[in-house]
């Protein structure tokens, strides 16, 4: 192994493992609130197939940048408004929007697919992910509106009682997560692999969920298990040319065996407190109450 | 009391909807044997993959054009090949579908499982071996594509290191491999491959990291049996080379692309549907290649390739047209150094149809 090789390396699995990141952070600050919004997969194929159409049409990185977190905005938005005011189910209203944004995004992008673009560098995005770890950890662990986000994840009832708002709380971290999910579509139809196709996310919003549980709601971690789960992806295909016999479908299935694992162990009530689990995660607030 | 007036409710209003299936379905049912005839087709993608599936859409579309008003088509895009492609393919066969194909090797035993229940629906398995009165298999030969551009690699390679992305470990994708092996190797004796499995048909992002991976390690030129076109876009970015897989990828990456294994869908769907109206449809297996226009390549980038070597291409191409070329002409020798084919012979279709095995020379086993 030289040293350009293993630069090469590198170099693939940051640019493989950066929408995981920025996906899993988005949702790590909506579940940290309380909400579980299943709908990843669905946001991220709708960032991506706006972010492409966007450029195809007007040829220029800001706008369709501005459009992919224009439509992260508008479907967080709905399904913040039916999981808060409307109180459904978060799982099945999380379900929904992925399904919703898999037969909208084909739909949108139908006469889109197979029309070459000039792909943006990934590197402005890769540098932002790391900034906004950073931040995002600085944000939660530091900060007055960090810990109000904190509390209504905890027991929303008493955040009432201190008079912070839930529901506008959660509006806003819902919101921040639909962003950071077409961020990651916009990544991966614009800069990783420049172009649209139906699907194409490939169930990296999936993997993305799991990494949040996997981290246990903590930043720094969620960027090292992402990190983890690239490297390996990465290193199991180079190990492939090098020849090496190995069981590949093992490897696809990692990321959600750690999960499982990890979820186990968050099962047994005494260290889920040291997880740090939000303890109002997935449970309805209503005002009254 | 209110409970069992509640539980009589509930059957009643079971019996009544089961009823109301039971004839639309009658309904749609006697309206096909009225009217025209219906052909429905799985696809493992989506149509606009501009690989796999968007050629067998094409074929679609050509059948409904030289059909017109005969037959009309249906597809169900993006089926999974697991228990709910048994799913997809009944819900085909009961709305009345009278010709179904399945276009991907592991609809195979859902197919066959589907085609018991259904024994006067007609069924077409693409790219499979198991075959009964009413499930016919058909298949192109693209490992005699593999043969054309595995002649251009062994020639055009300066690394000798060749990089090539495979999708699940089936005799197609062996085939391929093996083939474009022998012909590589053969003008170029110290050609090198690395593969990698994605274990997966489709997933750009994956393939492109497959492609990135390869080239880092060596790899001048890209070769895939996946279906998007991320592997051709990743080489052209890295200034290597490139084949496109299953239809013409030229557009999508102009200085890697030196030419592509296209499959030829339509004119044997457009026959089997004629078949299917005429009432002499019968199961058989079908496996054409470039001689019956199933497998055509696509036109060779004169930017990239010498007149020279675009002859010699084309040489192969008629070769295995008129017979004088076979992609597994012998000796050949498997991994273990054991004689498969006998010199002046060749590998027979049985042979060929259940190939699990790397020829020798090259590095690494066939994952089981």
């Not at chain 1, 991506?48 to 905005?73: D, E, K, M, P, W």
């Not at chain 1, 009682?161 to 806003?172: C, E, F, P, S």
């Not at chain 1, 290193?235 to 979820?263: E, H």
């Not at chain 2, 170029?188 to 491959?193: A, F, G, L, R």
């Amino acid at each position: 192994m030289n040293l350009d090789l293993i630069i090469g390396i590198l170099n693939i699995v940051l640019i493989s493992t950066t929408p995981l990141v920025l996906a899993g952070i988005g949702e790590l600050v909506t579940e940290k609130s309380g909400v579980l919004n299943l709908g990843l997969e669905g946001l991220m194929l709708m960032g991506a197939v706006t972010g492409f159409v966007t450029l195809v049409l007007t040829g220029n990185y800001f706008f369709s940048l501005f459009f992919s977190i224009i439509s992260g905005i508008i479907l967080s938005g709905i399904f913040a408004f039916l999981v808060l005011n409307l109180m459904t189910n978060q799982i099945a209203t999380g379900l929904a929007l992925t399904i919703f944004g898999i037969g909208l995004s084909a739909m949108i992008g139908k006469n889109f697919s197979g029309t070459p673009i000039d792909g943006l560098s990934p590197y402005y995005l890769i540098i932002f992910s790391f900034l906004l770890v950073f931040f995002v950890s600085y944000f939660l662990s530091k900060t007055k509106s960090g810990l109000i986000v904190r509390a209504v994840g905890e027991n929303h009832n008493s955040a009432y009682a201190l008079g912070y708002n839930v529901i506008k709380t959660r509006y806003l971290t819902i919101i921040f997560g639909g962003v950071m999910s077409s961020l990651a579509g916009f990544y991966i139809s614009v800069c990783y692999a420049p172009m649209w196709q139906e699907g194409m996310i490939a169930g990296r919003g999936w993997i993305a969920l799991a990494l949040v549980v996997f981290a246990t709601w903590k930043p720094w971690r969620l960027l090292v298990g992402a990190y983890i789960f690239g490297g390996v992806a990465i290193m199991q295909m180079n190990l492939q040319a090098f020849g090496v016999k190995l069981p590949g479908q093992f490897f696809n299935m990692m990321p959600y065996l750690a999960t499982l694992i990890v979820l186990v162990f968050i099962s047994s009530n005494k260290i889920r407190l040291k997880l740090s689990a939000p303890s109002c995660l997935n449970i309805p607030y209503e005002k009254n109450s | 009391m209110k409970k069992q007036s509640l539980v009589l409710v509930v059957i009643a209003a079971i019996v009544v909807i089961a009823g109301i299936f039971y004839v639309t379905n009658q309904n749609i049912q006697k309206d096909v044997i009225d009217d025209q005839k219906k052909v429905g087709f799985i696809y493992i993608g989506p149509p606009g993959d501009h690989g796999w599936t968007y050629m067998h859409d094409v074929g679609r579309q050509y059948l409904e054009k030289e059909l017109g008003d005969a037959v009309s088509t249906t597809y169900i895009e993006n089926v999974p090949e697991n228990a709910d492609a048994v799913r997809s393919i009944r819900k085909l066969a009961e709305s009345g579908h009278d010709l179904i194909f399945t276009t991907s090797f592991n609809y195979m035993d859902q197919t066959l499982e589907v085609a018991e229940e259904f024994p006067d629906v007609k069924f077409e398995h693409a790219t499979g071996f198991k075959r009964t009165d009413n499930v016919s298999t058909y298949s192109a030969r693209f490992y005699e594509g593999r043969s054309v551009i595995g002649h251009i690699a062994g020639k055009m390679t300066e690394t000798n290191t060749i990089g090539y992305i495979v999708s699940f470990p089936i005799p197609e994708v062996i085939r391929g491999i093996n083939a474009f092996y022998l012909a590589a190797s053969k003008v170029n004796p110290d050609v090198k491959i690395k593969i990698i499995w994605v274990y997966s048909w489709y997933d750009p992002g994956k393939e492109a990291d497959a492609a990135n991976t390869l080239i880092n390690q060596g790899a001048d030129i890209i070769v895939q049996h996946t279906d998007s076109y991320a592997p051709c876009q990743a080489a052209e970015k890295a200034g290597v080379l490139a084949f496109g897989q299953a239809s013409n990828q030229e557009a999508f990456c102009p200085n890697a692309h030196m030419t592509a294994i296209e499959d030829i869908w339509g004119p044997y769907y457009a026959a089997k549907a004629k078949e299917l109206v005429d009432g002499t449809w019968k199961s058989e297996d079908t496996w054409h290649g470039f001689k019956e226009g199933m497998v055509e390549m696509s036109p060779y980038n004169e930017k990239l390739l010498s007149a020279d070597l675009i002859s010699e291409a084309k040489a192969i191409e008629e070769g295995i047209e008129n017979g004088t070329f076979h992609s597994f002409e012998g000796p050949i020798y498997n991994q273990a150094g054991e004689l498969v084919v006998k010199e002046g012979e060749v590998a027979d279709d049985g042979m060929l149809a259940g190939m699990m095995f790397y020829v020798q020379g090259i590095d690494g086993e066939v994952p089981q």
